[in-house]
């Protein structure tokens, strides 16, 4: 079975959202900066993961590590080798130069320092030196900054990729629906991930622009549609929901409810976006608070969401 060491870098002002993504893709809570485990996650497919390392071999002996490496003929054609620093680790520059020395040395094949095919990690961790192939994630939601048409106070493209693997885990069989979708970001991060997902939006320019904005990027405009989540008869797994919360568009705390409760008819599990603390509402209604993060675009507290995983 193979096993892969991950590192992991967010903002301390996200840390709760990552946590929970964490928990979401490992099946486990989060105890430091790096996991290492025999789940696989594309590393790009979270904006926490940093690096990854499909471990190659692992020994607290480095000669016993540089003897496997060579017994066992490892072999790479124009490949590098780099040492990944984490925060506990005990070399210095010089000291970390040398280990990337003798694993190179170790493997059978030809160098490129320039433009290599291959990356091969070092590091050092809880008393281990591990090698193993390199995978650096390479933020491919980025490319989605380019759509043609946007919405100012949207959900922002890290967010989105976020809500999708609270949503899925790291199970691609979940089926997603996003019943208020704007213009599709949340949908168009979803099928960029593989997953099985749909959007509906209520307002017919939104819906529109939505499924422009999918037709854009390759992918079939027609799994957006114009149709109020109280009309929805379909049924998923999961609902994402980031709630309007009466900046642009008027909304009543009353009509906030029921798109909640309308969400939890079409899925069982609901990923909720809110500005507004739900928590006695939702014991009320004998909906599960599985869990509860809050995000801040500032130190000071300005702007904050709160994120629900809920279950009814």
């Known amino acids: 079975m193979s096993e892969y060491l991950y590192f992991f870098n967010c903002s301390h002002l996200e840390r709760e959202l990552f946590e929970g993504e964490f928990a979401a893709l490992f099946n486990r809570e989060n105890e430091g900066n790096n996991l290492l485990c025999d789940i696989y996650?594309?590393?790009?497919?979270?904006?926490?993961?940093?690096?990854?390392?499909?471990?190659?071999y692992r020994h607290p002996n480095l000669e016993c590590l540089?003897?496997?490496?060579?017994?066992?003929?490892?072999?790479?054609?124009?490949?590098k080798v780099v040492y990944?620093?984490?925060?506990?680790?005990?070399?210095?520059?010089?000291?970390?130069?040398?280990?990337?020395?003798?694993?190179?040395?170790?493997?059978?094949?030809?160098?490129?320092?320039?433009?290599?095919?291959?990356?091969?990690?070092?590091?050092?961790i809880n008393g281990e030196y591990i090698v193993g192939e390199l995978s650096h994630g390479q933020e491919s939601w980025k490319k989605f900054l380019n759509k043609p048409h946007t919405f100012c106070n949207g959900l922002d493209l890290r967010m989105c990729k976020t809500?999708?693997?609270?949503?899925?885990?790291?199970?691609?069989?979940?089926?997603?629906?996003?019943?208020?979708?704007?213009?599709g970001a949340v949908v168009l991060e979803g099928l960029n991930q593989g997953v099985d997902i749909v959007g509906f939006d209520i307002s017919r320019t939104n819906s529109y622009k939505?499924?422009?904005?999918?037709?854009?990027?390759?992918?079939?405009?027609?799994?957006?549609?114009?149709?109020?989540?109280?009309?929805?008869?379909?049924r998923k797994d999961v609902a994402i929901i980031d709630l309007p919360y009466n900046l642009y568009t008027p909304i009543t705390r009353e009509e906030q409810e029921?798109?909640?409760?309308?969400?939890?008819?079409i899925a069982p599990k609901l990923i909720l976006v809110a500005h507004d603390?739900?928590?006695?509402?939702?014991?009320?209604?004998?909906?599960?608070?599985?869990?509860?993060?809050?995000?801040?675009?500032?130190?000071?507290?300005?702007?904050?969401?709160?994120?629900?995983?809920?279950?009814?």
């Open 277 to 312: 603390d739900y928590d006695e509402w939702f014991k009320s209604q004998g909906i599960e608070i599985r869990r509860k993060m809050t995000v801040k675009k500032f130190d000071n507290g300005t702007f904050t969401r709160l994120v629900y995983i809920l279950e009814r």
């Open 258 to 265: 029921e798109i909640i409760l309308s969400g939890l008819k």
């Open 210 to 234: 939505a499924r422009l904005n999918l037709e854009h990027f390759g992918y079939d405009g027609q799994l957006i549609a114009r149709q109020a989540i109280s009309d929805l008869k379909i």
């Open 66 to 79: 540089l003897s496997y490496i060579k017994e066992e003929n490892v072999t790479y054609d124009d490949y």
């Open 84 to 124: 990944l620093k984490d925060k506990g680790s005990p070399f210095d520059y010089q000291r970390s130069l040398e280990l990337t020395r003798q694993v190179g040395m170790a493997i059978r094949g030809c160098a490129n320092m320039n433009n290599p095919e291959s990356t091969i990690g070092i590091t050092f």
């Open 163 to 183: 809500l999708i693997n609270l949503a899925t885990g790291n199970n691609p069989g979940v089926t997603v629906v996003d019943p208020c979708c704007g213009m």
């Open 41 to 56: 996650v594309p590393v790009d497919n979270s904006v926490y993961i940093k690096d990854a390392l499909k471990i190659i």
